[in-house]
């Protein structure tokens, strides 16, 4: 099992910056990928970015957030990172970390999640 905590959310103004942090704890060697999403009321889930966990590499984003948000991962600290810049009012949402155990596998271990509000 792996465990995920996420932390880092509050609220903002359009155009501040904020950095989400995710802490993995328990079978953290069987993670391959990490990912985060976020979901605004009334909304389906929507992927935002993610990473491969040993190598740091294989970055993905959405689309909407390409060229803003920046996720990286520090194994030492078994954390991952959302740097989010240039926030939207749109961006306002409950993110979520997520991890998988391969790279066909779906995201099967999630975080409770944390509230970024970004108000106008």
């Not at 009334?42 to 190598?55: D, P």
């Not at 984003?61 to 954390?79: L, P």
């Not at 991952?80 to 995201?107: F, H, I, W």
Request: hydrophobic share 35%; charged share 20%; net charge positive.
């Amino acid at each position: 099992q792996v465990q995920l905590v996420e932390s880092g959310g509050g609220l903002v103004q359009a155009g501040d910056s904020l950095r989400l942090s995710c802490a993995a704890s328990g079978r953290t060697f069987s993670i391959y990928a990490m990912g985060w999403f976020r979901q605004a009321p009334g909304k389906e889930r929507e992927f935002v970015a993610s990473i491969n966990w040993w190598t740091g590499g294989g970055t993905a984003y959405g689309d909407s957030v390409k060229g803003r948000f920046t996720i990286s991962r520090d194994n030492a600290k078994n954390t991952v990172y959302l740097q989010m810049n240039s926030l939207k009012p749109e961006d306002t949402a409950v993110y979520y970390c997520a991890a998988r155990v391969g790279p066909r596998a779906d995201y099967a271990y999630w975080g409770q999640g944390t509230q970024v509000t970004v108000s106008s």
